[in-house]
């Protein structure tokens, strides 16, 4: 649709960004992990990702805005079709954006003829509490959002939304989803967006989450291998490191914590790059009464390190 709505091909993409496993969305990924050894899409340009904590320009934020500007420079024709962006990089680690990113690189992007296209499968639906989506927390609006996850419930829906004149672009093209427009998946988004707002799952993750995270921080004080915590609303997440100094990544002891998170009955995912990450990302409706069980679980998962 951007290629299309733009006339032209370069498309940026972040590193340690993920958005799906099919050939253009592995093309978009931005982890080898989660791309096979396989021949992907041209045109498309990875530039540093503003992780404050990893990131190869630290908290510099106009380092990696400076970034962009060297890509479209020195990689591409110095016309884009656009950039695709999570505002919370779920599989990479849940690194969020820094603030006035988002907007600067939008703006970047726009005047080289590109648009914005924010990823907000994870990040959507008002999981990270403050906004309902996450790009609301940076000043922009993107021509498209990609959506999923959160809008079914765990029913199979996703769907894209589009500033009218980027959607009419494709009005001429062949294009269709076998299942495009099912009324029993759209009943049952609408049903689900419908318990968001009467149930105030909003307002639900925002409390709970932030409780949630002052979990993850006594644990950050209390075991040297948590190097940091991070995210916002139901959207955590702690890094392990084998030394807080160097920050050099703990796979092997996060791959042994993990299997006793499954053990102790927490649903966490391991996550990022160099797979030392550990996600929690539980359901919305997730309850103060679990706080204290939560807690308890993740800290016999940590005993010995």
């Known amino acids: ?44 340009h990875h530039v540093a990702n503003p992780d404050p904590y990893r990131g190869v320009f630290g908290d510099d934020t106009a380092a990696y805005l400076a970034e962009i500007d060297r890509t479209i420079l020195y990689a591409t024709s110095g016309r884009l079709a ?99 427009a099912s009324p029993v998946s759209c009943a049952a988004g609408r049903a689900v967006l419908r318990v968001i707002d009467e149930e105030k799952l909003q307002q639900n993750s925002k409390i709970v989450g932030a409780a949630l995270k002052e979990v993850l921080l006594r644990l950050h004080q209390k075991y040297e291998i948590v190097g940091e915590v991070r995210g916002r609303g139901l959207m955590l997440a702690i890094e392990l490191v084998t030394d807080r100094r160097t920050r050099a990544p703990a796979t092997d002891a996060a791959a042994d914590i993990f299997e006793r998170t499954r053990e102790h009955g927490l649903v966490v995912s391991k996550s990022g790059a160099n797979r030392n990450i550990l996600r929690m990302v539980p359901p919305m409706c997730l309850g103060m009464a679990d706080v204290a069980a939560v807690a308890g679980a993740m800290d016999r998962c940590f005993q010995g390190y």
Do not use: C
């Open 1 to 44: 649709m951007a290629q299309t709505f733009t006339r032209n091909i370069d498309m940026l993409a972040l590193r340690n960004a993920y958005h799906g496993a099919t050939i253009g969305a592995q093309s978009l990924t931005g982890i080898s992990g989660f791309r096979h050894n396989i021949p992907l899409l041209g045109g498309i």
């Open 82 to 180: 656009g950039m695709i962006v999570e505002p919370v990089q779920g599989y990479g680690g849940i690194v969020e954006l820094p603030p006035g990113y988002l907007k600067a690189a939008a703006d970047k992007v726009r005047a080289h003829g590109g648009i914005l296209i924010v990823d907000e499968v994870q990040s959507g639906f008002g999981r990270t509490g403050d906004t309902f989506w996450a790009f609301e927390a940076h000043g922009v609006v993107p021509e498209i959002v990609v959506m999923a996850k959160g809008i079914g419930n765990g029913f199979p829906l996703g769907a894209v939304v589009a500033e009218r004149g980027v959607a009419e672009s494709l009005a001429k093209k062949f294009f269709f989803n076998t299942y495009g």
